[in-house]
T-cell receptor, first 114, second 113 residues
Framework: AQTVTQSQPEMSVQEAETVTLSCTYD???????LFWYKQPPSRQMILVIR??????QNATENRFSVNFQKAAKSFSLKISDSQLGDTAMYFC???????????FGAGTRLTVKP | DTAVSQTPKYLVTQMGNDKSIKCEQN?????MYWYKQDSKKFLKIMFS???????INETVPNRFSPKSPDKAHLNLHINSLELGDSAVYFC????????????FGQGTRLTVV
């Protein structure tokens, strides 16, 4: 079974600075997807960024980027120019290709301080 | 034009009662899920349906029964509610093929008293 580990239960960052959230996963498969979801206090789960395992290039979405290290099974999220609205729980998730069993890490609570 | 909608958003009920949570998606997805988020924010998959067929059924008490009348709907019925069932329940949907991103509903906060 696939597992996802987020080793940082809580993190904080000053507004406008950069923060990196860690995620590792375990799988014996080679085709899969990785995701970062954001859950603000509103409770809504919002997709931040996704990465296909077969792509070597790291995904980027505006201020959000990932560092995908397939051999190390690591998938970290970097948030640049942090904003107060980035305060939320962040979940790393894993899904096998053509298999809808999406597994989540335990989450990291990020607080952006003014 | 909400993509995945759940009703109700909040549900407070007494132990022993039976309740249902409804979910509908208008994205044309063929796979729908139920997730449970506990008080520590841990998200755990409960069920997955693909084209009305049960695909994933994690270790969940049989008091929980999903019902999928069509591929746009996946309802969750809970019998004999217990205090430990208090949690936020999320419905989600995705396409089964190449695009496996899951779209989530806004969640239903269930409180059993």
């Amino acid at each position: 079974a696939q597992t996802v580990t987020q080793s940082q239960p809580e993190m904080s960052v000053q507004e406008a600075e950069t923060v990196t959230l860690s995620c590792t996963y375990d799988t014996s498969e080679s085709n899969y997807y990785l995701f970062w979801y954001k859950q603000p206090p509103s409770r809504q789960m919002i997709l931040v960024i996704r990465q296909e395992a077969y792509k070597q290039q790291n995904a980027t979405e505006n201020r959000f980027s990932v560092n995908f290290q397939k051999a190390a099974k690591s998938f970290s999220l970097k948030i640049s120019d942090s904003q107060l609205g980035d305060t939320a729980m962040y979940f790393c998730a894993f899904s096998l290709y053509n298999n809808n069993d999406m597994r989540f890490g335990a989450g990291t609570r990020l607080t952006v301080k003014p | 034009d909400t993509a995945v909608s759940q009703t109700p958003k909040y549900l407070v009920t007494q132990m022993g009662n039976d309740k249902s949570i409804k979910c509908e998606q208008n994205l044309g997805h063929d796979t729908m899920y139920w997730y449970k988020q506990d008080s520590k924010k841990f998200l755990k998959i409960m069920f997955s349906y693909n084209n009305k067929e049960l695909i994933i059924n994690e270790t969940v008490p049989n008091r929980f029964s999903p019902k999928s009348p069509d591929k746009a709907h996946l309802n969750l019925h809970i019998n004999s509610l217990e205090l430990g069932d208090s949690a936020v329940y999320f419905c989600a949907s995705s396409r089964r093929d190449t695009d496996t991103e899951a779209f989530f509903g806004q969640g239903t906060r269930l409180t059993v008293v």
